[in-house]
């Protein structure tokens, strides 16, 4: 049996499976409860309080990539302000080292598919620090038109 899905905050193992499939993360009812948050699929009705709680970095993008939340570990890890950044295009004005086919591609491709999808990818960004890499869960959700980008990084 193989892990699929952890909890982002406590790392409980919260789903396996017979076959290997990407690692994704969510949260496990003792987290959710602790912080009045919600489930990742719900995180259009978080609220910005809520989204900063989260221990991972969180983007979400609308189907043309713009940015529509953004939360305060997202902004740690790449040393810009939400205000700075919620409205603007994430793949060429925000992040433009992102705009390659390993990663936009990658989008694109979600957002054409009429069901719920999710993609995982690691990817080395370029931070104004320095490269880090990251370990990324695209979730598209087709009913909101929005791709959240949930993110950790892992070195």
Not at 119 to 134: I, K, N, T, V, Y
Request: proline share 4%; hydrophobic share 40%; glycine share 6%.
């Amino acid at each position: 049996m193989h892990v699929v899905v952890v909890c982002a905050w406590c790392q409980a193992v919260l789903e396996r499976a017979e076959d290997p499939k990407p690692l994704s993360h969510g949260m496990c009812l003792d987290c959710v409860r602790s912080t009045d948050a919600l489930a990742f699929e719900a995180l259009g009705e978080f609220s910005q309080t809520q989204l900063d709680a989260l221990p991972v970095g969180i983007i979400e993008l609308d189907r043309e990539g713009r940015i529509c939340l953004y939360n305060r570990r997202e902004a740690e890890y790449s040393g810009l302000d939400r205000a700075r950044v919620v409205g603007k295009r994430f793949f060429t004005e925000v992040a433009p080292c992102t705009h390659v086919a390993e990663f936009h591609g990658r989008f694109e491709q979600l957002v054409e598919a009429r069901e719920p999808k999710r993609e995982h990818l690691d990817f080395l960004f370029s931070f104004a620090s320095g490269e880090r890499m990251a370990s990324i869960s695209m979730n598209w959700d087709p009913g909101r038109e929005r791709v959240t980008l949930i993110v950790e990084l892992t070195d």
